[in-house]
């Protein structure tokens, strides 16, 4: 089964997701870099934890949002990921497979995001596709991703608790991919994090996210002999895949347009997928269009700003 599909939404703390709730004004905009680094040990066939051989990936993420207004966003990004796998059990006869490491781009997301209530509760909805950059190879456990074009929609929601120096944010997004072998492909995304700020320029994020499949078919440890051969070249991207990921980051204001972050996760339950067993994140984030704006006019469409603002003047 391909791992790397979703290590990026997984991993990624908050400020580069595409559900981030808080949006910059009209003109401002962030270019974020992300590195992680992820090793996958077991895989869960269907939900019994087997060790099937190590994936290692690198993935590196350059993520652009920008504010068209005070309510509307758009962002893009593509991941690039360098993967291997070392183990007795590899895909034949593809050759990712081979214990070397392999580097491709993966998949081009675009995304729009719309705040449709601001205030301390700030509800924004967002819509986003994902189309495969390259006819890159989907069948290995070293596989950078699905090849499939990909659908997004859902809602996010978050609250400042600006005395206790808390934000708290939410989303879900429900996916509709391409099918392949007739048979559809649907599934949710959900996410929590938890911020708290030691000082307005240091926050520590508690992360989970999840997925839960609602369409696909069931692995077991014996799908290699009791599926056609076209049908198990096609697993990964047909199987019904879920999983619960905790986790947790760091993030560090350098400035009002830098800030630097990191972050780690590991799954704790999954069904037709791999188990993340380390998941390091390493990133910055540059503001840019941000010149000449007081502090005290920063509204809360611009994430970082509002919330050292607001912790300062709690504080």
């Given at each position: 089964m391909t791992l790397l599909a979703g290590v990026v939404g997984a991993i990624a703390p908050a400020g580069i997701a595409q559900a981030q709730t808080w949006l910059p004004s009209r003109g401002e905009g962030t270019v974020s870099v992300l590195f992680s680094?992820?090793?996958?040990?077991?895989?869960?066939?269907?939900?019994r934890r087997y060790d099937l051989g190590q994936i290692d990936a690198n993935t590196l993420l350059v993520d652009l949002t920008y504010g068209l207004t005070d309510r509307?966003?758009?962002?893009?990004?593509?991941?690039?990921?360098?993967?291997?796998?070392?183990?007795?059990?590899?895909?034949?006869?593809?050759?990712?497979?081979?214990?070397?490491?392999?580097?491709?781009?993966?998949?081009?997301?675009?995304?729009?995001?719309?705040?449709?209530?601001?205030?301390?509760?700030?509800?924004?909805?967002?819509?986003?596709?994902?189309?495969?950059?390259t006819d890159y190879e989907y069948y290995a456990h070293a596989a950078p991703g699905r090849r499939l074009r990909e659908a997004i929609v859902g809602l996010s929601a978050g609250h400042l608790f600006a005395k206790q120096g808390i934000v708290l944010q939410g989303s879900y997004g429900i996916t509709f991919s391409e099918s392949e072998l007739d048979i559809p492909r649907r599934f949710s995304l959900l996410s929590f994090e938890t911020a708290y700020f030691v000082t307005p320029a240091l926050r520590l994020i508690a992360i989970t996210s999840s997925r839960l499949g609602h369409t696909g078919i069931q692995?077991?440890?014996?799908?290699?002999?009791?599926?056609?051969?076209?049908?198990f070249r096609h697993h990964?991207?047909?199987?019904?895949?879920?999983?619960?990921?905790l986790g947790g980051a760091a993030a560090l204001s350098l400035s009002d347009s830098i800030d630097l972050f990191g972050g780690f996760t590991t799954t704790v339950w999954g069904r037709n997928t791999h188990a993340v067993k380390r998941g390091l994140s390493l990133g910055m984030a540059w503001g840019f269009g941000r010149a000449g704006a007081p502090a005290e006019t920063v509204t809360g469409r611009r994430q970082n700003a509002l919330?050292?603002?607001?912790?300062?003047k709690a504080s």
């Open positions: 680094n992820t090793v996958s040990q077991d895989h869960y066939l269907p939900d509307f966003t758009v962002t893009v990004g593509m991941p690039v990921v360098a993967s291997r796998y070392l183990g007795s059990f590899p895909h034949r006869p593809v050759t990712l497979d081979d214990g070397a490491w392999h580097m491709t781009g993966q998949d081009v997301r675009f995304g729009v995001r719309y705040n449709a209530l601001d205030g301390p509760m700030v509800l924004t909805m967002f819509a986003g596709t994902s189309v495969p950059s692995l077991t440890p014996t799908s290699g002999l009791e599926l056609p051969p076209e049908v990964d991207q047909i199987a019904r895949e879920s999983y619960l990921n919330i050292k603002c607001v912790c300062q």
